[in-house]
Nanobody
């Protein structure tokens, strides 16, 4: 059974930092690319950051310089470190894993809430 579990969300003040974690089980994690998405109320889900099996990374412009995505295949985890958080970063953050070759093998977590507010 595949499980994707996000953690690390919470309430943080503007300018603060958070580290989101995505833990996977039931898959050969090293074969999967991993993305973080977020969805704010009333808005479409957007891709925030991604990391490939080869450790190539990409970021949406709005978080460049403030976010760092990394993976630990031995622990089957991906972390998203975010700094200088802004109120507009408030959203439900989701982890999405997808096989590097077979796109039909893709899995979502339930999300972790990030709220940036004073």
């Amino acid at each position: 059974q595949v499980r994707i579990v996000e953690s690390g969300g919470g309430l943080v003040q503007p300018g603060g930092s958070l580290r989101l974690s995505c833990a996977a089980s039931g898959i050969t994690f090293s074969f999967y690319n991993v993305d973080w998405y977020r969805q704010a109320p009333g808005k479409q889900r957007e891709l925030v950051a991604g990391i490939t099996t080869g450790d190539n990374t990409n970021y949406v412009d709005s978080v460049k310089g403030r976010a760092t995505i990394s993976r630990d295949n031995a622990k089957s985890t991906v972390n998203l470190q975010m700094t200088s958080l802004k109120p507009e970063d408030t959203a439900l953050y989701y982890c999405h894993t997808h096989h590097r070759t077979w796109a039909s093998y893709n899995y979502w977590g339930q999300g972790t809430q990030v709220t940036v507010s004073s």
